[in-house]
């Protein structure tokens, strides 16, 4: 580990919306880890998705500032909105790496049912040397239970791979925008004034509306 040096919390994902169980994480693993600071990052072209992300890049970048708005140490990345292709997160890593920081630096925090997929990520499993893994435990998934299904990365536990079992919201963005698309309230899954935004944007009650030019697009760069 590199002493002295900054420790920085990297939440990365589609955020589609950004809710209350992504934050529950990332606040999680900032306080078990000692991270100084969370860099939130929505992706452009999530590989791991079938389908394309309901909300704009514009609109899921929005989210994800309104969200962490007042909450010190927290920033919001458009690192992958402006890159082209699909948002690996090895390619993510990549680019820090480029600008001088070390793996031992970078915690990349993820949800257990979601680290539970790791194998099936681009450039694993190089990915396990590139960063430190914070995996937090969700409702009906614990970070043990995910470890078991890729056997291999026990002995990485405890040492690139950071187990945080903390309680977290019990949502996910599918819930979120079905529960929107069906009508109903979203009061207590997602910040209020991210819940403003999706009201004010009509936000996955009509997939149309969510069609706005993304800050890429908008800018007219690659």
């Known amino acids: 580990m590199t002493a002295g040096l900054p420790r920085i919390g990297l939440l990365g994902g589609t ?3 950004i809710h209350v169980g992504h934050l529950d994480a990332a606040e999680a693993a900032r306080r078990a880890l000692a991270l100084d600071s969370i860099v939130v ?3 452009h072209d999530p590989p791991h998705r079938p389908v394309d992300p309901h909300a704009s890049a514009y609109h899921r970048f929005a989210m994800v500032a309104l969200a962490i708005d007042g909450r010190p140490g927290y920033l919001a990345s458009d690192m992958e909105l402006r890159r082209e292709g699909p948002s690996f997160t090895a390619l993510t ?10 793996p031992a630096q970078l915690f990349f925090i993820i949800g257990a049912d979601a680290f539970a997929e790791i194998a099936t990520w681009y450039d694993y499993p ?3 040397e590139a960063c430190q893994f914070a995996v937090v435990s969700r409702p009906g998934t614990t970070v043990h239970a995910a470890l078991d299904r890729t056997p291999e990365l026990g002995p990485r536990v405890g040492v690139s791979i950071h187990v945080v079992e903390a309680p977290t919201a019990a949502v996910s963005s599918t ?3 079905a529960l929107l698309a069906a009508g109903k309230g979203i009061e207590g899954l997602v910040p209020s004034a991210v819940a403003s935004h999706i009201a004010a944007h009509q ?3 009509d997939r149309i509306a969510t069609r706005v030019p993304s800050p890429v697009d908008m800018h007219g760069q690659d």
């Open 15 to 17: 955020l589609d919306p």
């Open 41 to 43: 990052i929505p992706s």
């Open 93 to 102: 890593l990549k680019d820090w790496h480029a600008a001088g920081w070390r």
């Open 126 to 128: 190089a990915i396990l």
């Open 175 to 177: 819930d979120v925008r």
């Open 203 to 205: 936000l996955y009650s």
